[in-house]
């Protein structure tokens, strides 16, 4: 076998029940796998993906009506997804001792799928994830903010996005492949933002699990951080300096931490 | 026999609410977040009896019908539910009423239908309604998902078919809606239904829905050039769909005023189409598409193509709307070319626009009705 460099990137495109999905994959086939769930946006890619291809196989689906995957027909909520990733994780192999990680939105898919799935799970960590209602923290929705004020508050420094975003604020393309993003995530959310299961259900979820949060998080707030390492049985709890809601784009120290504990 | 002497004037009135704070005027949008504490429900009510009394002027000049519209959370119109306000004008009239109209999405479709056929049976069958998918704006003040929208619309006017046109009880198994009786009183008087129209902004989706359905289509919002293209390609799917093409299939919106000379008339008009333009149309293009209200590819052809939605000059307005001031002849003329190429019969006028004053609509209204459609309606046609 040759040498595989950390950062090659293996694009592997399956049909899941008839959804077209993209799967982009990183570091060596046969290493322990890591899955990553993106967030309600691809547009600043996974630029810490490769530290983790250091010692995993990195597995990074695009959602369903989100980058490079095709739309879902008659999606309905996070329920259909969990069902699609079941299919996804079956084509892939990935039956068990999987390293599952999802930011904001897939954070909140990644806890719903292992409240379902938690057999394929080894190890379980939840970045900022969305849709916890907690009374006493309350949350922007997101499709009251502005694009520009969320775009704004995704990051603790504007540099570490800055470099994704067109150089014309009203690129046709860029624009667009956010309105077919935010259509699917409305699909998702938008009469329901909060989700009914995770509540009742994520007890359920005993394997080792760690709750991640940075601390500039300014759109879903920290605060949350320990509400949802409360709901989880087995789980520590860390929150990183000078991070905002893409803490894995703002903190070196989160991306090392998530790659510790799954070793 | 040509088009502009059989055409029918149907007295469209907005109803909007006017004398906002001064400070209105650095609003980014004055619709959906625009606050209601700026609104006075004693000015309200001076508007309502005001407007009421238009529409009743209106109807005794011989106007062809009345027509309202409804939007929420905005100063555009005071009409958030037009059955309201249809119900007041029915005993004090006697031409024909439209109510263009209530999206089918932000009642049960169910009790949608009720209430048209309830008006027109109390009108003795007088009523015209219009099916609006809804602004995108309305979908930011309504607690119905705009990325389901248009599945939503399509079913909703599968329910209002079906309570009009079969015999109940029915069921319906549809994905928005269930229902296990479908028998509502009453049913309406005209026969299959009150003749019914798809108000669109141009996409070829509600296009195609108002030719599948055989319903009439108007458009709003986009050039006039542009609604002409829009309306071959309707009746083309109307024939295609096995429905007939009738003369007031296509409604044309006009703006017209008219006074002594043509630059009174306009002097007089112009202030209150600026003012419906650059005011109460402002809104920004966030409100204006929702997440998943339109298309992905219909998304695009909006942000590449022109706003009409709060800035204006009046020459490009002219260009791309239906807009004319001037004496009676120079405002029949204009009409009777503009029905005349849009091939159409049926004609919704706005005279009443923006802060008009009462003076100006009294005047505008009666000179269109005295010296206007009689000039049309008496035009000799020559044979090509």
Redesign the interface.
Known sequence: MSERSADTIDRIELDVNGTPSVVLAMGDPLAPPLVYFHGAGTFHGAEFAPAWAEEFRVLMPFHPGYGESGDYDDLQGVHDLVLHYTELFDQLGLVRDVNLVGLSLGGLLAARFAIAQQHRLRRLVLCCPAGLKVPEVPVDDL?TL??EEVVGRLVHNFDTIAKHLPADP?D?DF??DR??E??T???LF??HPFDRVIPRWLGRVYIPSMVIWGDEDTLVPPALASHWGALLPNATVKTFADAGHLVLDESPDAVTTIAEFFS | MSYADRAEFHYFHFFPYTGLPADAADKESLWVDYSNSNYDPKAGHVLYQRYLSEMLLADKLGFDGLVLNEHHNSQYTMNPAPNLTAAALIPQTTSRISVFGTPPNFEYPNRLAEEYAMLDVMSGGRLDVAFPLGTGMEYWANAVNPATARARFRESLDVILKCWTEDGPQSFAGDFYTYRYLNPWPKPIQQPHPPAYIVGAGSSETMELAAEYGFGYSVVFIPTSMQLKVFDHYRDRLVHHGHEVTDDKVTIGIFAYVAETDEKAEEEFMPHVMYFFETALRTTPRYLNPPGYVTVPEFRRRITSADVHGSADWDSLLEINRIVAGTPEKVADAIANWVEEAKTTRVNLNIALGDMPNWKVVKSTTLFAEEVIPRLRSRKVVPA
Do not use: G, I, M
Request: net charge positive.
């Open positions: 499709f502005k694009p009203h046709v624009t667009v309105y077919r935010t259509r995530t409305a699909l938008w009469e």
